[in-house]
């Protein structure tokens, strides 16, 4: 029986691990729960999985969860707020599994806290690494704590690589294990083959519109500029040990093969399946064991067709920034991580073009290139002073569109 903490549960990573352990309930124990402020959610959640604590990381929505309970006579779960709430509740003692599926830098410091406690953590909060990739690994190796990746790509290569890589996350030698590549599959996104010249044109509906994913609005967007992938790009080179060169994106529209690891003797290990969230989850719940994840087998006689793409960096300049920024060093990629969700979060809010947000994350990344980090502190400090000048330059963007429309 694992013990379990979900970070981000009512989000889509959340409601689908939940999912896969309402049909294990012999074999999982949801102790905590955790979310920003999705109080009707929540409480269905409670109901449901009866944890001992929750926190919502809203104030307001924390009391009203609370009071909710206590009509309902479950006011024996402990309801707290606030981020400092998210770290005691994955340092609690009686926790072995930690989900870390805030979406954002937001889930940073509880992801760090988990590693640090000695967790099993399931890692879906990809900006973790992102941001704090060198700070995270070396918490891994002193606290001896075991990572197993949630995304898809991730997860796929973590199940194509040789059984002593698999006990080395962070620290593998894949060369040593004859590993040559390791390639990284993406979709596309729903604009693989759309006209480049109507991409300023681009609603948030639009790109939120994933031909084979469900997910939620932010990746959705990453996925639709590729930039997901760009931060899976630096994921991997964290949780694999790999350089730059070691790693080759490839898309893969149909989203059936998830990644593919190339060995030196030719073999190439691919990991397949229908395009399905609980598939990974459920492989990290229960790994090493392989259990029921509620996901339809795949079906080759109706998959017509595996095909393959060079990315075009013209299409997707925010997958080639990311590669660069992977080069640079850690500087650019926090830069990078802060500008992005600024610049999504403006164009979810119709405040600036789907192509502006390549601009501020050009613009974020060339400023601070250079802004060495070697603590979490400096981390956080170099977040906010990012997202601070993003957000300078989407109000320069919307003030100069107002001007246009005079």
């Not at 606030?82 to 599994?97: H, M, P």
Request: charged share 20%; proline share 4%.
């Amino acid at each position: 029986m694992r013990n379990i903490s979900i970070l981000g549960s009512t989000g889509s990573i959340g409601t689908n691990t939940l999912d896969v352990i309402a049909r294990h309930l012999d074999k999982f124990n949801v102790v905590s729960l955790a979310a920003n402020s999705n109080v009707e959610l929540m409480l269905e959640q409670c109901q449901q999985f009866l944890p001992k604590s929750v926190v919502l990381v809203n104030q307001e929505a924390a009391l009203l969860l609370s009071q909710k309970l206590t009509e309902l006579g479950l006011e024996h779960i402990k309801v707290t707020h606030g981020a400092d709430a998210l770290v005691d509740l994955v340092e609690c003692g009686t926790i072995d599994t930690v989900m870390a599926a805030i979406v954002g830098a937001s889930g940073l410091v509880p992801t760090l806290a988990a590693v640090k406690a000695g967790k099993r953590v399931l890692l879906a909060n990809k900006e973790a690494l992102v941001t704090s990739g060198q700070i995270f690994i070396d918490a891994l190796a002193e606290s001896g704590a075991e990572l197993l990746p949630i995304d898809s790509e991730h997860n796929a290569i973590f199940q194509c690589l040789p059984i002593n890589a698999q006990q080395q996350v962070g620290s593998c030698q894949l060369a040593e294990n004859g590993v040559s590549k390791v390639l990284l599959t993406g979709s596309g996104g729903p604009f693989r083959t759309l006209d480049i010249a109507t991409f300023s044109d681009v609603t948030p509906a639009q790109a939120c519109a994933h031909p084979n994913w469900d997910m939620g609005k932010k990746i959705s967007v990453d996925s639709a500029t590729m930039m997901n992938k760009g931060l899976e790009f630096i994921e991997a080179k964290w949780l694999f040990n790999l350089s730059p060169d070691d790693i080759q994106v490839v898309l893969h529209p149909q989203s059936t093969i998830h990644s593919m690891v190339q060995y030196k003797d030719g073999t190439v290990l691919a990991q397949m399946g229908n395009p399905d969230m609980r598939t990974p989850i459920a492989h990290a719940l229960a790994f090493p064991d392989r259990i029921d994840a509620g996901v339809k087998p795949l079906d080759f006689f109706s998959t017509t067709s595996f095909e393959f793409e060079k990315p075009d960096f013209k299409r997707y300049p925010n997958l080639k920034l990311a590669i660069d920024a992977c080069s640079y060093g850690q500087g650019a990629c926090t830069a990078l991580n802060a500008s992005n969700e600024i610049a999504v979060a403006a164009f979810l809010a119709e405040e600036i073009k789907f192509t502006d947000i390549y601009k501020i994350n050009e613009t974020c990344v060339k400023k601070f290139v250079l802004h060495q980090v070697e603590s979490i502190e400096e981390v956080i400090a170099l977040d906010a002073a990012v997202r601070e000048y993003a957000m300078q330059k989407v109000t320069e963007l919307v003030q100069a569109y107002k001007v246009e429309h005079l």
